[in-house]
Nanobody, 124 residues
Framework: QVQLVESGGGLVQAGGSLRLSCVASGNIASINNMGWYRQNPGKQRELVALITGGGGTYYVDSVKGRFTISRDNAENTVYLLMNSLKPEDTAVYYC??????????????????WGQGTQVTVSS
């Protein structure tokens, strides 16, 4: 399977910036879409930004112009640069990757992998 580890969350004042990182590991053959989601208690997980294998990007309207998603394919890493943060951006942020990997027998498998989440708190 594919493992994802996020880092970079924390506490920041409104108007500040944070950069989240997510590294994928495992016997990875390829990674297609990579994305960042966020969730608050009692609410559904929301797609924040996505980047395709070809570099195409998507952003939810509420973060357009403030957040930038990027990836380093050589390092199997996706980033989310968050500028002009607002209190409503407060959430646990999760990394997601749609990947193919080789199992122990060498067969190619697909995995819709999730990280453990990193807390982002924006104070007003």
């Amino acid at each position: 399977q594919v493992q994802l580890v996020e880092s970079g969350g924390g506490l920041v004042q409104a108007g500040g910036s944070l950069r989240l990182s997510c590294v994928a590991s495992g016997n990875i053959a390829s990674i297609n879409n990579m994305g960042w989601y966020r969730q608050n208690p009692g609410k559904q997980r929301e797609l924040v930004a996505l980047i395709t294998g070809g570099g195409g990007t998507y952003y939810v309207d509420s973060v357009k112009g403030r957040f930038t998603i990027s990836r380093d394919n050589a390092e199997n890493t996706v980033y989310l640069l968050m500028n002009s943060l607002k209190p409503e951006d407060t959430a646990v942020y999760y990394c997601n990757a749609q990947a193919s990997y080789r199992d122990i027998q060498g067969y190619l498998k697909r995995d819709d992998a999730w990280g453990q989440g990193t807390q982002v708190t924006v104070s007003s």
